[in-house]
């Protein structure tokens, strides 16, 4: 199995800045991408960004230019680094990871950590 445990969310002004980080262990092979989603009060979940094995990157729209998405090998973790926050940016961030085995493509999920941006 595989364990994601996410950190850096928090309260902050507009304007302001945040990193999460998400540190998977486990069963982390056949690592395929790892990202970060997000689901605000009643809207469904939303991809934010993407970083596949090989290093591409993937953003919504929304956050393009704002948000930065990088890992850690060594330390298998993904971090979001979120600046100039919006408050439409306020919502629960969770981290995904997807492994890509011979019977198929599976998806884990962190607990999810709450980021608030006041305006």
């Known amino acids: 199995q595989v364990q994601l445990v996410e950190s850096g969310g928090g309260l902050v002004q507009a304007g302001g800045s945040l990193r999460l980080s998400c540190a998977a262990s486990g069963s982390i092979f056949g690592i395929d991408a790892m990202g970060w989603y997000r689901q605000a009060p009643g809207k469904q979940r939303e991809l934010v960004a993407t970083?596949?094995?090989?290093?591409?990157?993937n953003y919504a729209d929304s956050v393009k230019g704002r948000f930065t998405i990088s890992k850690d090998n060594a330390k298998n973790t993904v971090y979001l680094q979120m600046n100039s926050l919006k408050p439409e940016d306020t919502a629960v961030y969770y981290c995904n990871l997807n492994r890509r085995l011979y019977t198929g493509l599976y998806a884990y999920w962190g607990q999810g950590t709450q980021v608030t941006v006041s305006s």
């Open positions: 970083i596949r094995t090989g290093g591409s990157t």
